[in-house]
């Protein structure tokens, strides 16, 4: 458990070490986003790149964590937050941003994450950015 706080902390918050993704995920990681597979660690830290771009001053806090018995699965909920930089193809008006989401992390035996399957209210998000149906973000 103690990986997936470690890598919230370094990747997705200040100062937003990606080559830290290196020491924390095998060299054949997946992560799942959207019912997408993003293949390989390389592929994955262009994926964080772009992800950030999009979003200015991103703060990620872990909600709960909790873990499978043998430690080999490791579940968090995370609340995401910065301004507005054209996530979801919005204007980039800096507004603020608040995504919650679910992670599901297949963890090695040696302790390196081999796949994240994550889920986010980007419906809600996208919604609240361009004015549709009120949505605000959630407490």
Known sequence: ME???DFWRTVWNPPYDVEAIDRFVAEDFVITTGG???V???????WVVAFQSKITDMRLETVETFQNEDGSRVCSRWILTGGNNGVLGTPPRQEP????G???WAVAEDG??????????????YQHLTGGAGTPFPD
């Open 102 to 104: 679910t992670a599901v």
């Open 40 to 46: 390989s660690r390389q592929a994955f830290k262009e």
């Open 36 to 38: 997408v597979d993003v």
């Open 97 to 100: 941003i608040r995504m919650t």
């Open 3 to 5: 990986i997936v706080h």
């Open 112 to 125: 390196t994450l081999l796949h994240n399957f994550v889920e986010r209210n980007a419906w809600e998000v």
